[in-house]
């Protein structure tokens, strides 16, 4: 596990999102046990799940460093391999805040791997992190967990959703990348883009200190037709976050179940036509 020694200085919109989204209670996210049912009371922004969801909590090893990562799944997984989704979270936070994109995605009927990234601010580590864990995941046996690797997608919130496009920049089993209000940083994001062949999907919020006040335009512009964009209106960035923080809605504008609602449907409607229903064939 590489050790973090190349954080930049932080510019002051950065220093901003860093203070909204950094990790509160010490930021140790609470960890189920290695298989555990997602109980408790609902999040009134969810839609009415359709599957039961399971959880396994597992632990890998990449060149990019050690990933740990929640799988989300359908408790009793319909016939035939599934959809694969990994959901990156935002720039010093965890797993913890992408928990409900992880439930509610599996509710759909995919297999859903949300990580701990490895590195703070290295975010080309962090997409060769996600890659790896994509890698590994389609080397399952089919027994194991059944994933369909011609239907692959890479979901991301901020910094995230930074990482998760140099991933699908790179990787070629991945057939679509879905920005959830994605920031760039010193351009990689533009110059992924050149790259990227995959379906490109980028839901924005109103521009604010916490997205770089829209920084993301610049490879949206770069993805040119290429790219399919939804702004979600009056939305602050933490409402593409699930579930998000007291800290991040303080710095960040607050967070609203229908905007957030918004952005879940937005998502869920662009993967269901990158890959068609869960369980059909791929378009």
Sequence with gaps: MHADTDRPSLSAWWRTACLA??????????????????????????????????????????????????????ATLPAGPRPLVVVAHGFWRSRAQMAGWGRHLATQGYVVAVPDLPAWSDHARNGRALQALVASLLAWPPDAVPMDRARVALVGFSAGGLAALLAAADDPSVLVWVGLDPVDRDGLGVRAAARLRARAVVLQAEPSACNGRGNARSLVAALGDRVEVIRIPGATHVDAEWPTSLAARAACGGTDAGRRQAFVQAATDALERAFGAPSGARP
């Design 21 to 74: 989204l950094c990790v509160v209670a010490g930021g140790v996210p609470v960890v189920a046990p290695a298989t555990a049912g997602l109980a408790g009371a609902p999040d009134q922004s969810a839609p009415a799940p359709s599957l039961a969801v399971s959880r396994q909590l597992r632990d890998m090893m990449t060149p990019a460093g050690r990933v740990r990562f929640d799988l989300y799944r359908p």
